[in-house]
């Protein structure tokens, strides 16, 4: 597959979406390791650069009807914690949504603009949902987007690669965690 992804501006925060204990451990197309190592793998390379990482966790619904069944009732001790391999580290930002996406509902816009950034790149869990709602939320708000599609996952193998070939190149560009990290240190001036 060719690469898509051409740059990086000089202020790009990576955000990581739902990588967290009730999450990692559901049935999903591709081992959550090598996808939790990748993103482990782009989070210390934006924080050795200065670079923000924003870690995101869900913790219920957006409330409304829906055809299908949503889960009811509290969630297990320590589901919404995010996952200790994601090393967080004190200047990240950590937001807790309640809706597919980042940036519904939550001030993740506001402290990343508020730290300069115009481009974001974006792993996590799961691809049709969580980071495509979040990609198509920070295209929406006038951020740059690039996906790691290596460091992303579904639990249905047709939502992931619809997303990927479909959707995620109409939001930004699209490449590997090591695309992105050997991108890193030539971001453009």
Same mark, same amino acid.
């Given at each position: ?16 979406? %739902? $990588? ?13 390791? @090598?996808? #939790? !190592?990748? +993103? ?66 939550? %001030? $993740? ?13 974006? @792993?996590? #869990? !799961?691809? +049709? ?61």
């Amino acid at each position: 597959m060719p690469v898509a992804l051409t740059m990086l501006d000089p202020k790009t925060a990576l955000i990581v979406v %739902d $990588l967290q204990k009730g999450v990692v451990g559901l049935p999903l197309v591709h081992p959550i390791g @090598a996808v #939790v !190592a990748r +993103a482990r793998a782009l989070a210390d390379a934006f924080r050795a650069r200065g670079l923000p990482v924003a870690l995101v966790n869900v913790v219920g619904g957006a409330p409304g009807r829906t055809e299908q069944p949503r889960p009811t009732g509290p969630r297990p001790e320590g589901w919404s914690d995010l996952i200790p391999e994601l090393n967080r580290q004190p200047d990240d930002i950590v937001v807790t949504k309640r809706t597919w996406g980042a940036f519904a509902s939550t %001030d $993740l816009e506001a402290q990343l603009k508020a730290r300069g950034v115009t481009q974001v790149a974006i @792993a996590g #869990v !799961a691809t +049709a949902t969580g980071v495509e709602s979040t990609a198509r939320q920070a295209y929406e708000q006038g951020f740059n987007v690039t996906l790691a599609i290596d460091a992303m996952t579904d639990r249905r193998p047709e939502a992931h690669d619809y997303s990927i070939s479909n959707i995620f190149p109409r939001l930004g560009e699209t490449g590997t965690s090591q695309d992105i990290i050997d991108l890193l240190p030539k971001r453009s001036a």
